[in-house]
């Protein structure tokens, strides 16, 4: 079945304790992307990547990192997580090397700092 | 900068009614949009996606039409059905910025029996 998966989708945690939320996809998508989620906000693009080994800013992309060392994984890594980082984050991927054609989405992580 | 909107933020409307989705951008200079549904404590999932050369796709029971000029997008829902209550939200990919995409905050649909 094709999909994004998502792990962990709930997570409890305190602040400074690094993290990392793995995103993997099975569809040999070229593109993929992290979103948060907040009330009031909307969804808002964290970084993006085009392509193996390369990654580029969204919006709000302040507090994390990522990597793509393979076509497969788009991990989000929150070095010292703070409060302000407590959301709805979700991962995206897409076919088309040239940008987002049709996203298919996971189904979120739910992370709370503490 | 590119700003999204979708108004209302929230619809009510009974069984077998016709609707329509609004969704507005600032900047026309867009290569595509795409609309997504997304219900309670779940992922997005794609709806249509029109391309900026495109007016309009169809998929069954929704149509989404695209003006450019206007800067405008409308997904229309033909006979409401309480099924299709959840969020709805548009997307826009500007030209020239690579793999960014900007969100509307979405309309939140309810369709009663």
């Known amino acids: 079945e094709a999909q994004v998966t998502q792990n962990p989708r709930y997570l409890i945690t305190v602040t400074g304790k690094k993290l990392t939320v793995t995103c993997s996809q099975n569809m040999n998508h070229e593109y993929m992307s992290w979103y948060r989620q907040d009330p009031g906000l909307g969804l808002r693009q964290i970084y993006y990547?085009?392509?193996?080994?390369?990654?580029d800013k969204g919006d709000v992309p302040e507090g994390y990192k990522v990597s793509r060392k393979e076509k497969r994984n788009f991990p989000l890594i929150l070095e010292s997580p703070s409060p302000n980082q407590t959301s709805l984050y979700f991962c995206?991927?897409?076919?088309?090397?040239?940008?987002?054609?049709?996203?298919?989405f996971g189904e979120g992580s739910r992370l709370t700092v503490l | 900068k590119q700003e999204v909107t979708q108004i209302p933020a929230a619809l009510s409307v009974p069984e077998g009614e016709n609707l329509v989705l609004n969704c507005s951008f600032t900047d026309s200079a867009i290569y595509n949009l795409q609309w997504f549904r997304q219900d309670p404590g779940k992922g997005l999932t794609s709806l249509l996606l029109?391309?900026?050369?495109?007016r309009e796709q169809t998929s069954g029971r929704l149509n989404a039409s695209l003006d450019k000029s206007s800067g405008r997008s409308t997904l229309y829902i033909a006979a409401s059905q309480p099924g299709d209550s959840a969020t709805y939200l548009c997307?826009?990919?500007?030209?020239?910025?690579?793999?960014?995409?900007?969100f509307g905050q979405g309309t939140e649909l309810s369709v009663k029996p």
């Open positions: 995206a991927s897409s076919l088309l090397a040239g940008g987002p054609g049709e996203l298919f």
């Open positions: 029109i391309q900026s050369s495109q």
């Open positions: 990547s085009m392509n193996v080994e390369v990654t």
């Open positions: 997307a826009v990919r500007r030209y020239n910025q690579g793999g960014k995409l900007i």
